[in-house]
């Protein structure tokens, strides 16, 4: 039987061997060897910190996520450099959103299509979105459905879409409803909202304004413009929940303030109707002048899928 001191010293022999062998790689590397390895170990932190996605479950946690539309331009270097130094698809990935963000799709669905064939989930989903785009539903599906079962979140989100629509299969309204579940239940918003319309448009399953409600509800408290605006109509109107007023303001103005442009005109119709305190003149002209058109605006997100 072997006492502890000697286990320890193992121990000791085998991390000093490593060390060894670390300080001899060490001196065999030139000046300019050194100089470029410290460069590239220093592009690939730059490519985590410049283009890695708020979607990306396996993105370096040590940066704040960037959303793809403030990509700096200097990632696209970065994470080229990155990629073709290590090979990690990571870098290809977020080399594929950079591209994106600089309007060269042809290149950018190449590096996604490399780090989607390294099954990375996240490049998936937007090699899935431009396939679909391209008029390959049954490849974007396939791609939605590889990626969501490896956990991605916005992928589920994207699945629930497809089965919903019928983009690459069937109609499917109860996998529509568990895929956008599980989205939501790892904190999506939209997902969220998109369960509640199910339930408050009564097309595909019987209407339930109950059902509705609570997940209009929930996707309001996570920020979702769509979900107050739903939510306010039905405390404006009482449908599924006795009416209130000042409720239905109270949604209808955190829309505005998140830059909603119906949110912002009903809060004016309860004004002008005496409703609520008018504000001044001066200021809701200050305040509809801030609002812009944005996704949404026009289309609402639950007739699309989404990239990341």
Known sequence: MKSLNSKVNRGLAIAAGAAAAFCALTVSLSAQERSNLLVTVALQTECDQLAGSPFDEQRNGSFA??????????????????????????????????????????????????AAEANYPAAKVNFGMLMGRLGDEQQEFRLYTEAANGGNRLAAYNLGVAYRDGLGTQVD??????????????????????????????????????????????????????????????????????????????????????????????????????????????????VMNTLVLKQGDIETPAKNGRDI
Do not use: H
Not at 95 to 107: F, H, I, K, P, V
Not at 176 to 204: S, V
């Open 173 to 286: 309204v109860t996998k529509a409803l568990t895929w956008f579940e599980k989205a939501a239940a790892e904190g999506d918003d939209t997902a969220a909202f998109n369960i509640g319309a199910i339930y408050d448009e009564g097309t595909m399953l019987p209407a339930d304004d109950q059902t509705a409600i609570a997940w209009y509800d929930l996707a309001a408290q996570r920020g979702n413009t769509d979900a107050m605006i739903n939510l306010g109509l039905m405390y404006e109107s009482g449908e599924g929940i006795t009416a209130d007023a000042q409720k239905a303001v109270d949604l209808y103005r955190k829309a505005a303030e998140k830059g909603d442009l119906f949110g912002a005109q009903k809060v004016m119709e309860f004004q002008e109707l005496g409703m609520i305190p008018a504000q001044p003149k001066q200021d809701m002209n200050e």
């Open 65 to 114: 996520p960037v959303d793809i539309a403030n990509i700096d331009v200097k990632a696209v270097d970065a994470c080229r450099t990155a990629y073709e130094a290590t090979g990690n698809p990571r870098f290809a990935y977020q080399l594929g959103r950079a591209l994106n963000n600089s309007e060269q799709a042809d290149q950018a669905m190449t590096a996604y299509n490399v």
